[in-house]
């Protein structure tokens, strides 16, 4: 009873974080959106691709963290987690598909088509509040992630953190060509805005490559670093266990299913041994709280103990 409970919380906990990402990017691309068409600023409108961009990505990230808390079923024994890594993935793709928008428009304006810019006081007000509204919203996605172990929020939570360095260059942008047109001498700040669109594209670039390589490392079940040594440590210290090998590790969304081979004693009851599988599956969660624990025991007999190979 206790379970379902706290399930159904974190359930709710999550679908309360990815609903305020999607609510808070609405505003965002739509103010964004707004200014950069009245100031002609490419890096504003770039800022505005990317928001709706991580609209759609807050979108996809609310569905997926729907589907991924659904019970497993008939077709589907592992549960639904792999919606969340498969909804990150597709979230890098959006990503990277922006990218290509703002370069190629930074490099028409600064080498074929300039653009005239009227950085007003609506551009800094609204990056502004840019800044202020995506660092609330990373802090409680990256908390609720955490909480959670959800890589779709975690995905969700690093597109708003970017939005604030982003935004920042952004800013600067327009603050370079302010300074141009004040300052005759500084008149090559002119090309700022764009140049400061690139550095978005550069910085979205780079998270979305490690956002990727992240999110594919889960859908090819990559065990994480170090995972298996502890995991062999832990279960070999439990009472009555004699070896530990051929540990391995699924990670699902935001669990884990893991499979562990045992030796115990071949004159052991029945009963004795499920309390040792027993032991070793509340042994393997303090490591990987909720994991879905599968204990294989076998007797310690010179025909079960494990060659090399399975170590």
Known sequence: MNTNINLNQASREKN?????????????????????ITTNSLGILAEAAHSGLDLVAAIITLIAVRISDRPADGNHRYGHGKVENLSALFETLLLLATCVWIIYESIQRLFFRPADIDPSIWAFLVMGLSIAVDASRSRILYRAAR??????????????????????????????????????????????????????????????????????????DTAPP?????????????????????????????????????????KARIEEV????????????????????TVHPEPNTPAHRPTPSEL
């Open 147 to 220: 909480k959670h172990n959800s890589q779709a929020l975690e995905a969700d939570a690093l597109h708003f953190s970017t939005d604030i360095w982003s935004s920042s260059v952004v800013i600067l942008g327009l603050v370079g060509v302010v300074l141009a047109r004040t300052f005759p001498g500084l008149s090559f700040l002119q090309q700022a805005d764009a140049v400061a669109a690139l550095i978005v594209a550069a910085i979205v670039v780079y998270i979305s490559f490690q956002l990727g390589k992240r999110t594919i490392t889960a859908l090819l």
């Open 274 to 293: 499920h309390a040792i599988t027993e032991a070793v599956e509340q042994a393997v969660r303090k490591e990987l709280p909720g994991a879905d624990v």
């Open 226 to 266: 170090g995972i298996i040594e502890k995991l062999q440590a832990v279960v070999q210290s439990t009472p009555k266990v004699r070896n530990c090998h051929r540990i391995r590790v699924r990670p699902s969304g935001a669990h884990y299913f893991v499979d562990v081979h045992i030796l115990v004693d071949s």
């Open 16 to 36: 309360n974080a990815a609903l305020s990402s999607v609510i808070a990017a609405v505003g965002l691309t739509m103010l964004k959106l707004v200014v950069g």
